[in-house]
């Protein structure tokens, strides 16, 4: 068991992923030259060469497209778009183009896609890089949504989204590039759609992903010392959400607090509520709660970048309040 | 400078070489509060460019719009917006230029006409189409200056703008700051013809290049477009040629290219070459410019003791700015 960072969790899949198979390309902006934008690609360009790394100019639009067809052409293509914000540039392409092709075509034609991007706050980077769109592109039929929290998930899902006949997104969360863990010893985890359960418990199901994993799994610990018995659920996979593993939980907890970086509104925060109201509702002990970046684009100053996205203290003090059963009248903000 | 065809004043000269002073000082003290993680975020420095924001602005009056990229202290400070007013924002503090929204990457300040630090490589310029189609449909006689880098000339929303500046004829000033890497990517690697101001002249734009270290030759090459604009012959399209003498941000090990190349660029620097000039044609005294950065290291400090003391905004604001007024809900 060794000890890794999520770069190189990543950077370890890219290298397996081009070795092995002669068709898996990387594209994107600073891949080769620059050693990648946060660093995830460096070195590979000496190692695969030019015609496997390939440093495209700005034309988000143009080289993600280019993917798709290549991807349509036999290839296996990973195609980078350096930060999720830059995605929105090659929106008409992966919606117009990559969701809608196989389905327009009546099944003739296959998308074999990985597109991997960062995202995320808490760097500063404020509101033209750092927002989390992944519930709008899991809103879209066609696509399937990956969003690994643990370094297993960052080392091993490459490999499965490449698998995959369809188009897939990877997030990436910047907070986590430098973050370290143990490489599980196998690459046998769970398969990409499947929700995980990081952590059981029997009072409270928190229900997360991604970024925000790593709160959900330390403020766990906290409740932990209070006397509490968490459960934590990655959903790892966002589309297609697994929605079995997550009514499971709360059969079992009957209480979920949400965790979700991006905006409350009309997102995944909100999929997930309405999936229990449907299908849970009379397993539940208290309103479904939701932890979720404030309706703001990200603001640059630290305490208000801060205060605009889900916090560990914020997490223990929803959960214990929920625990305790004083519940408020359900917030409006 | 000899391939000046301005008349120029010894005090022009003299307030051009203290207006990147300027620039070139206060970013690098920013450097020093960024190791002091007294600014945060993406930093992106104009190191070496100076000599095009500086002589752009001169060919603007007050009335005029500007737009620029996230690389954009320069600019910033070049249109007048005050010194303190950026540093504070660059500390996030409720005193500066975005009221600490913003950061380093969005500046902006109205009251100047000046719309903005935009992070969206290529994101300005359609803003700028607008702004100048809004001035043409209310007849007003001002110019839009919209300033890009060359990486920005890969992306379709450049193609879109410069197509519909040139079929609505509209008043703007393109100006497009090639330093020849877009992040670590060379232009060999960014674009298959290299020469950026024929792609403008394609769209039918008067179009030239200009040598961005020089900044006579760039306000005087801004000037004469600025009159050709105003006086109705539509859009005109400067690449000026430069070089960024640091890295991309303040995250880049440098990797694609060379320290050698570095330097060779830095000789022909746009501080070194006027100040050369003024020297060897006996128009500036040594003590003249050591008071021109004396000053200029006095206004540095004012402004960095001005953003210390200023306060960070309530925590109770974080909704508001979102629409004109705090959504009730
Ligand atoms: C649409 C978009 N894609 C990618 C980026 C990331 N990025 C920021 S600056 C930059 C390089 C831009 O180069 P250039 O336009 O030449 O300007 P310079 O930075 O050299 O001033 C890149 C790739 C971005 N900000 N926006």
């Not at chain 2, 602005?57 to 910033?76: K, W």
Request: charged share 20%; with cysteine; proline share 4%.
């Amino acid at each position: 068991m060794s000890e890794i960072s999520f770069r190189d969790a990543f950077k370890a899949a890219m290298v397996e992923a081009l070795t092995e198979d002669s068709r898996v390309f990387l594209m994107g902006e600073d891949v080769g030259h620059y050693g990648g934008c946060y660093a995830v690609s460096k070195g590979l360009l000496d190692d695969f060469g030019a015609q496997r790394i390939i440093d495209t100019p700005l034309s988000e639009s143009g080289f993600v497209g280019a993917g798709i067809g290549a991807a349509i052409g036999g290839m296996r293509p990973i195609v980078e778009i350096m930060t999720v914000n830059f995605s929105l540039l090659a929106l008409d392409q992966i919606i117009n183009n990559a969701a809608t092709l196989r389905h327009m075509s009546g099944g003739q034609v296959s998308v074999p896609l990985v597109i991997r991007m960062a995202c995320g706050a808490g760097k500063q980077l404020a509101a033209q890089h750092s927002h989390s769109f992944e519930g709008l592109y899991a809103h879209v039929p066609g696509l399937k949504v990956l969003y690994p929290g643990t370094i297993g998930d960052a080392r091993y899902m490459l490999k499965m989204a490449l698998a995959d006949p369809d188009p897939v997104i990877i997030f990436e969360h910047v907070m986590l590039y430098n973050q370290t863990g143990t490489l599980p010893e196998t690459d046998n985890i769970a398969p990409m759609e499947k929700a995980v359960i990081r952590k059981t418990g029997t009072d409270l199901s928190i229900i997360t992903w991604g970024g925000c994993l790593y709160k959900a799994m330390q403020a766990a610990e906290q409740l932990e010392e209070q006397g509490y018995n968490i459960e934590v659920v990655d959903l790892r996979c966002l589309r297609p959400l697994d929605r079995d593993t997550i009514i499971d939980s709360v059969r079992r907890t009957h209480k979920a607090l949400i965790v979700d970086e991006s905006w409350k509104s009309v997102g995944m925060s909100a999929e997930i509520s309405a999936t229990l109201a449907e299908q849970a509702l009379w397993y539940l002990d208290a309103p479904v709660r939701r932890i979720c970046g404030i309706e703001v684009p990200t603001p640059y100053a630290d305490h208000l970048e801060k205060a605009s996205l889900p916090q560990v203290p914020q997490i223990v003090e929803a959960a214990v309040q929920m625990l305790q059963s004083t519940i408020p009248t359900p917030e409006v903000k | 400078m000899s391939s000046n065809k301005l008349h120029v004043s010894r005090e022009h000269l003299h307030f051009l070489l203290k207006q990147m002073i300027r620039i070139r000082r206060f970013e690098e003290r920013c450097v020093t509060l960024y190791s002091e993680e007294k600014i945060r975020g993406f930093l992106h420095l104009y190191n070496g460019e100076e000599a095009i924001s500086v002589g752009v602005m001169q060919a603007l009056n007050s009335q005029d719009a500007v737009l620029a990229t996230y690389r954009e202290h320069g600019h910033a400070l070049a249109r007048g917006v005050p010194m303190n007013d950026i540093m504070a924002e660059m500390f996030g503090k409720q005193t500066g230029c975005s009221g600490g929204r913003g950061g380093s990457m969005h500046l902006f300040d109205i009251s100047r006409r000046f719309f903005g630090g935009n992070a969206i490589v290529a994101g300005a310029l359609p803003l700028a189409v607008g702004l100048a189609l809004a001035d043409k449909m209310q007849q007003r006689p001002v110019v839009t200056c919209c300033f890009f880098g060359e990486g920005a000339v890969a992306e379709g929303e450049f193609h879109e703008s410069l197509n519909l500046a040139k079929l609505w004829q509209l008043p703007i000033l393109f100006i497009c700051e090639n330093n020849r890497y877009a992040m670590g990517n060379a232009l060999e690697l960014e674009e298959s013809n290299q020469n950026i101001y024929l792609k403008a002249a394609n769209y039918g734009l008067a179009s030239q290049v200009v040598d961005g270290m020089n900044v006579v030759d760039v306000e005087a090459a801004s000037q004469l477009a600025c009159t050709a604009i105003r006086n109705g012959a539509g859009p005109h399209f400067i690449e000026c040629q430069t070089y960024r003498f640091r890295g991309h941000s303040m995250f880049d090990t440098q990797l694609y290219r060379s320290s050698s190349e570095i330097d060779e660029w830095k000789k022909m620097g746009p501080i070194i070459q006027l100040t050369h000039w003024l020297k060897s044609n006996h128009q500036i005294e040594a003590e003249e410019l050591q008071a021109m950065e004396q000053a200029v290291d006095r206004e540095i400090d004012a402004a960095v003791a001005d953003a210390e003391n200023a306060a960070v905004e309530p925590l109770e604001g974080l909704l508001t700015h979102v629409y004109a007024e705090a959504p009730h809900e």
